[in-house]
């Protein structure tokens, strides 16, 4: 693999080859050898029983600014190109807004799946244990980007620089613009290739304040049709998808296990060392948090 290529790899879904200079900025650092994924103790219990992770609709997360970031940023930029170039078609049609409303249609919103780079974090245990106890799943990136080839998910690092995020959106806006002004893409489809690369780079954005979770995720496109399905939570009920760890018939390959704060954690880590030995396959460990936090 050349290293052009490796880098447009770690571009979100669908995005089509950036510039050098976008490329570079969007590229990010190779993911991490083990990304995890904090969830309760029901949460670890289902994985482990389904074989699969849920991916939720963007627009769910705890992020209430989720893919409107980028949107917003956009609406800026072209409002001011406008008014530098006002006579500009390309900027005059994107000020009426009609270039994005079918992204935010077509095909519904892109899932995610959320983990981090680190193990053992306070905000993340307060965030997915809800007052109880918890554990974050430690996967082996290589074979969560195997299984992810097979489904059409991509793995992405979340973007949380401002100014990263502006430089992103402004190049892409300025490479439709150029394919456009020298004729190599009539105006509606320079338009919606904004528009389909604008949304695909939204799924990395998110608000500077989450920076502690040094989020990667996996994202499939809303334009991959996928089986929905509904989970409750306190306030609503969050559309998910699912994404498959490993066949019915296989067991998943789960090396580390930390056990999040808890009155009895070295219980629990007994507890769940004999649940993946019968759930789990290769070696594995469990490890506990060194955090001293009490929720309880």
Known sequence: MTASSRRTSQLPVGTRPLSASLDV?????????FLYHYTSLQGLLG??????????????????????????????????KAKEQPRDRFYKFLCGKKGFSLVWTLGGPPFVASFSEKPDVLS?????THGSAGVSVGFQTKNLLARART???RLVKC???????QRIVEKLLEREHSDWLRGDSPLHTAILRFSVGLADVATAFKDPSFSEEQEWRLVIPAARR??????????????????????????????????????RQSHLGKSIAGLLSKEASGKWKVRLSTIPYRNW
């Open 25 to 33: 900025a969007l590229r990010g650092p190779r993911p991490p050898g």
């Open 47 to 80: 994985i482990l029983s389904s074989r699969t992770l849920w991916a939720s609709s963007i627009f769910y997360l705890n992020d209430t600014t989720e893919y409107l970031g980028a949107l917003a940023i956009a609406e800026i930029l072209q409002d001011r």
């Open 124 to 128: 993340q245990w307060r965030a997915y």
């Open 151 to 153: 489904q059409e998910f």
């Open 159 to 165: 973007i949380y620089d401002r100014q990263v995020q």
């Open 226 to 263: 996928l089986p929905t399905k509904w989970r409750p939570t306190q306030s609503m009920l969050i559309p998910y998808t699912e994404f498959k760890l490993s066949s019915k018939k296989e067991r998943i390959v789960a090396p580390i296990i930390y056990i999040g704060p808890s009155p």
